[in-house]
C-alpha cells in the first residue's frame, strides 16, 4: 500500500493544469483560423479535475455519456450496431503553445507530436470506447478518459469493426 501512495503521490507531481516545466519549450501562438469545427454534443464524466482522470481509458472503465445535440440526434441511429466506436472530442482546457514537453517532469524532453499529451496546437482527443447502449439522444460508453462536459466532435464506428457500405472505388485495390 506504501508503495502505491508513493505511485499515487509521484504521480500527481507529473499532472499539471497550464504550468511550464523546466526543459519544456512553448511558441507564440498563430492567431486562430476557424476550421468550422461544430460541437454535436458534450462527454458527461465523472470527472471534474484533470488531476483525477485516467491518461488513457480504459475499456472497464466507468460508464460515461456522450450527449448529442440537436439537429443531430438523428446522427446516433445505428451506432448500436458496433462493439466499439472511436470517439473524437476537443480538450477543451489545454494550453496549445508547446512544442517539447516534459511528460516526467525531469527537464527530459520530447516532441509534442511523439506524445498523446492533450497539450498540443489542435486539442483533439481519440478514444477507441465499448458501446453499452442508446438511452434517448445519449450513447453510453467506457473507456473515456476527459472531463466532465468535454465538447464532443465526432463519432465514428472503430475502423477494424467497419466495412464500407458504399461500392469500392479504384484506390481500394492501389499497392505501393
Ligand atoms: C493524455 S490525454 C489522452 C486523450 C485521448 N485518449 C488521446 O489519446 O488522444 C488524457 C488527459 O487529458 C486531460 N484532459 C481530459 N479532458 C480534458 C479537457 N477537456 N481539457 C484539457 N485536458 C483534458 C487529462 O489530464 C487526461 O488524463
Known amino acids: 500500500m506504501e508503495a502505491l501512495n508513493g505511485l499515487l503521490s509521484l504521480d500527481q507531481d507529473m499532472v499539471r493544469e497550464g504550468d511550464v ?16 469545427l461544430v460541437f454535436i454534443g458534450r462527454i458527461r464524466t465523472p470527472w471534474k479535475s484533470r488531476l483525477e482522470t485516467p491518461r488513457q481509458g480504459r475499456q472497464d472503465g ?14 446516433i441511429k445505428g451506432v448500436d450496431f458496433y462493439e466499439n466506436l472511436e470517439v473524437i472530442y476537443w480538450l477543451h482546457q489545454s494550453r496549445r503553445d508547446m512544442v517539447l514537453q516534459s511528460p516526467k517532469n525531469n ?61 469500392p472505388q479504384a484506390g481500394d485495390f492501389e499497392t505501393e
Request: proline fraction near 13%; charged fraction near 25%.
Open 21 to 36: 516545466r523546466e526543459g519544456e519549450v512553448i511558441v507564440d501562438m498563430p492567431p486562430a483560423r476557424d476550421a468550422g
Open 107 to 167: 527537464q527530459k524532453t520530447r516532441g509534442t507530436f511523439s506524445l498523446r499529451s492533450p497539450v498540443r496546437p489542435n486539442p483533439i482527443g481519440t478514444s477507441i470506447v465499448k458501446f453499452v447502449k442508446i438511452e434517448g439522444n445519449c450513447i453510453l460508453v467506457r473507456g473515456l478518459d476527459c472531463l466532465d462536459e468535454t465538447p464532443l466532435l465526432d463519432v465514428k464506428p472503430d475502423r477494424c469493426e467497419f466495412t464500407p457500405l458504399a461500392p
Open 62 to 75: 466507468p460508464v460515461c455519456k456522450l450527449e448529442i445535440f440537436e439537429p443531430w440526434v438523428p446522427a
